[in-house]
């Protein structure tokens, strides 16, 4: 092999690498991101409410008011939202349209009462009636 191909061999062996390096480096963070918690979250919010999970957080329950009819009221927001489903785990979950300010854009800070625009309760209670006394 003469010295001029084994430079460009040795040239393309470097650049290669450098490429997989900047691959990984850049993929690790996306990576990162996937938490137990968020991939639990991607299986089971529909793709409508939120389409990365981001914006999506459990509600305490003493942050809820029941107003009937599939309505309910996030106190500590002031919104009231309808019910989309039933969460899997018995929590109260939130999804949420981010709002950012006017001169940041998609940069700008992520405002904390943006609009709820997909909710999920416990299911209601199974009641079931107590066995007959044998008598």
């Known amino acids: 092999m003469s010295r001029r191909?084994?430079?460009?061999?040795?040239?393309?062996?470097?650049l290669a690498s450098l490429v997989a390096l900047v691959l990984v480096a850049a993929l690790a963070p996306a990576r990162a991101h996937h938490t137990e918690l968020h991939t639990w979250l991607l299986s089971?919010?529909?793709?409508?409410?939120?389409?990365?999970a981001d914006w999506c957080?459990?509600?305490?329950?003493d942050d809820i008011v029941d107003l009937g009819g599939d309505r309910f009221q996030i106190v500590s927001t002031d919104q009231v939202a309808?019910?989309?489903?039933?969460?899997?785990d018995g929590?109260?979950?939130?999804?949420?349209?981010?709002?950012f300010t006017e001169e940041g854009g998609?940069?700008?800070r992520w405002v904390s009462k943006s609009k709820v625009n997909c909710l999920f309760t416990p299911m209601p209670s199974v009641r079931l009636r107590p066995k007959a006394v044998a008598g």
């Open 91 to 99: 929590g109260y979950w939130a999804c949420s349209q981010p709002e």
């Open 5 to 14: 191909a084994a430079a460009w061999m040795r040239g393309m062996i470097v």
């Open 106 to 108: 998609h940069a700008g």
């Open 82 to 88: 309808v019910r989309t489903g039933y969460s899997p």
């Open 44 to 52: 089971w919010i529909p793709h409508e409410c939120c389409v990365t």
């Open 57 to 61: 957080r459990e509600i305490a329950p």
